[in-house]
């Protein structure tokens, strides 16, 4: 199911700067998957892997203050528009 759609306009900076910084520790969290999950040649270590690695993903957005349809739905807003999509990114690099 999509997230709904918002405007990207009306999204307030508050929530553009906590969906940033949760984006920026996820990049984080799937760069170190994606190294360990090269490195496992077994399928069920992989797959623990990729549910650690989701559950730091949601811990993460949890510890925004943020629900997880919230930072869906501000991301999907950013896919078309230009200056969200500026904002989060700048929001994201000052956590990496």
């Known amino acids: 199911m999509a997230p709904p759609q918002m405007n990207p306009a009306a999204i307030p900076q508050d929530l553009i700067t906590k969906v940033g910084a949760a984006a920026g520790y996820i990049a984080r969290i799937q760069s170190d998957f994606a190294t360990k999950a090269e490195a496992e ?3 069920d270590r992989r797959e623990a892997l990729a549910q650690n690695a989701r559950a ?3 811990q ?3 510890e925004q203050g943020i629900s997880v349809q919230d930072y ?3 991301l999907a807003a950013a896919e078309g528009d230009e200056d969200l999509e500026r904002r989060l990114v700048d929001a994201a690099r000052e956590v990496m």
Do not use: C, F, H
Request: charged share 25%; glycine share 0%; aromatic share 0%.
């Open 41 to 43: 040649t077994a399928d």
């Open 56 to 58: 730091a993903a949601e």
């Open 72 to 74: 869906n739905s501000v």
């Open 60 to 62: 993460v957005i949890d």
